[in-house]
């Protein structure tokens, strides 16, 4: 079993839709979760991360950590083309400098 | 801003050929790293410098070295190519290798090997 897990997609919704972006992770020991953005043939680039459990939001986007069940969402509020990319899911490992990434899932946004 | 700067941005190589990728920060960074990235297997870690002066393997360090040249740079060199190897690398650095510490990105290089 990997230690994060992300359906790589692809993933197309209509513009305005609600986005729901899932990690599953195996450790429990993890704390720190992040999402990164790719846009393509870019590198990725920190969108938000949170500590523990609960919610993060920041305008259309919150991040949903669920630590007995060892899920963590993206949702993705009013959805707009610009948002098409690749969005990875990153936990650092209890080290930290081993940050474990999800394989991706590429989400287009039709207008 | 220019951040994270890795060249070359795209390279063709033949089996066996030798090259190296050179990446700069100009973020005064103490940690450096390389990543591979293939379809469906994210990205993984070739290698990394937690400070300068000290490097370390990653999940797959196999047919790559590296050199933390000073605390800006960290090149990544391929000694003998292998198909295997194609990929996208990029370079990045954070400001230390703690927990909940963000990455920056390089914008990658496309290598093939042929």
Known sequence: QKEVEQDPGPLSV???????LNCTYSNSAFQY????????????????YTYSSGNKEDGRFTAQVDKSSKYISLFIRDSQPSDSATYLC???????????????????VKA | ???????????VLKTGQSMTL????????????????????????????????????????????VSRLNKREFSL????????????YFC????????GNTIYFGEGSWLTVV
């Open chain 1, 90 to 108: 990153a936990i650092p490992n209890t080290g930290g400098f081993k940050t474990i990434f999800g394989a991706g899932t590429r989400l287009f």
């Open chain 2, 1 to 11: 801003n220019a951040g994270v700067t890795q060249t070359p941005k795209f390279q």
């Open chain 1, 14 to 20: 209509p513009e305005g839709a609600i986005v729901s």
């Open chain 2, 77 to 88: 060199r391929l000694e003998s190519a292998a198909p295997s190897q194609t990929s996208v």
């Open chain 2, 92 to 99: 990045a650095s954070s400001v230390h290798r703690g927990r």
């Open chain 1, 33 to 48: 979760f992040m999402w990164y953005r790719q846009y393509s043939r870019k590198g990725p680039e920190l969108l938000m």
């Open chain 2, 22 to 65: 050179q990446c700069a920060q100009d973020m005064n960074h103490n940690s450096m790293y390389w990543y591979r990235q293939d379809p469906g297997m994210g990205l993984r870690l070739i290698y990394y410098s937690a400070s300068e002066g000290t490097t370390d393997k990653g999940e797959v360090p196999n047919g790559y070295n």
